[in-house]
């Protein structure tokens, strides 16, 4: 098979292609993947545009999540054998780690972590690897259980731990945030508020999602708060979350809330961008909560994970916002993301 694999060669760039990238043997903790479907994500996004800060590794491969079939494994790896389908995630599971590889093609050496999957073939940790417990159907969205879906659920289901019947402010619409709206629908909100800078996703989200209210995001805070205002019966809502990773609109979020309030996150700003909060607003009772991946780990919560993808993501309207790419065009589906075009990109093999 020619393992056509996409890598960062230089920041604020198109990806660059090796058409025929051949691959070490196997460590001792890794395992030869074919992939067969992928995912964009906004935090390779930042990468490729050095958001992230200074990228010793470049060039390097990229892609965190995904899902295809184990062609060999390493003399150490245990939990997964030959012919296994598994889904890929940066999360860590259990099992070994391999050391970075440094991969020969043409006169360059090209950097590869414990996990890639913009390529035909990949060397992926033991770690990164989760072997499915039953036959999925809908395998061109096992990705999604990768990164964007626990993510974005598990803000909600495990950091923010919301009481039902309450209002909801989401800001950014992108992968993380629709996924975000279904673990807020699983708690029969109130009202839901969204603000987003793009006209097109709040017409989409809002034909999709009849309940949900919408407000376009400005530059100035005042006017978003009192539209908040307007849209539930004059209160501050009662949780807030963030998906834009805007620095701005993060550091906005604590006056969306009431004083008992809760703000939660998961993005990533840019590199060296802090976040200004209003001390005074802590201390009359807000509160703010970070996430990391939502906190899921996916061996520990497989069934929650599972519940969710076949339960509720296909029961709802979120997997309309999901839209496809052949892996030879990821850079027009990078762009299309960047344009706010695509709220999700998952890539066909």
């Not at 995630?89 to 780690?97: E, F, M, V």
């Not at 989409?204 to 009849?210: G, T």
């Not at 834009?244 to 840019?270: E, Q, R, T, V, W």
């Not at 780990?297 to 790419?325: C, G, P, Q």
Request: aromatic share 10%.
């Amino acid at each position: 098979m020619i393992n056509k694999a996409f890598y960062i060669n230089k920041i604020r760039k198109p990806l660059s292609m090796a058409n025929d990238l051949i691959l070490p043997r196997p460590g001792p903790y890794h395992v030869l993947v074919k992939v067969i479907y992928s995912g964009i994500c906004g935090s390779q996004l930042k990468e490729i545009d050095g958001k992230r800060g200074h990228d010793k590794y470049i060039p390097h491969l990229l892609g965190h999540e995904g899902y295809g079939k184990i062609l060999s494994i390493g003399s150490k790896v245990k939990k997964v054998k030959k012919n296994d389908y598994v889904l890929l995630s940066w999360i860590k599971g259990k099992g070994g780690q391999e050391k970075n590889l440094k991969i020969n093609f043409k006169s360059i050496k090209i950097n590869s972590g414990p996990i890639t999957t913009f390529s035909n073939l990949s060397l992926i940790s033991e770690n990164r690897c989760f072997k499915l417990k039953k036959k999925i159907s809908k395998r061109k969205f096992i990705p999604l259980m990768g990164c964007s879906l626990p993510t974005g659920v598990g803000i909600i289901y495990k950091g923010l731990k919301p009481k039902k019947n309450k209002s909801f402010v989401i800001s950014g619409l992108g992968a993380v945030g629709i996924f975000s709206l279904l673990g807020i629908m699983f708690y029969k909100p109130k009202n839901i508020i969204a603000i987003e800078s793009n006209v097109y996703k709040l017409r989409v989200v809002k034909n999709y999602f009849k309940n949900i209210k919408i407000i376009q995001a400005t530059s100035i805070k005042n006017k978003i708060v009192e539209k908040i205002k307007s849209e539930n019966n004059g209160e501050l809502a009662d949780y807030a979350i963030d998906c834009s990773g805007n620095i701005k609109s993060m550091s906005n979020c604590l006056d969306y809330i009431k004083n008992n309030g809760k703000f939660i996150f998961a993005s990533h700003p840019d590199h060296n961008k802090k976040l200004l909060i209003n001390p005074h607003e802590l201390i009359k009772g807000k509160k703010i909560l970070g996430s990391w991946g939502g906190g899921f780990k996916i061996e520990r919560d497989y069934k929650i994970l599972d519940y969710f993808f076949n339960k509720v993501f296909f029961k709802s309207n979120v997997k309309k916002l999901v839209k496809w790419y052949k892996l030879a065009n990821i850079n027009k589906a990078i762009s299309d993301i960047k344009k706010g075009k695509v709220f999700k990109a998952l890539l066909i093999h």
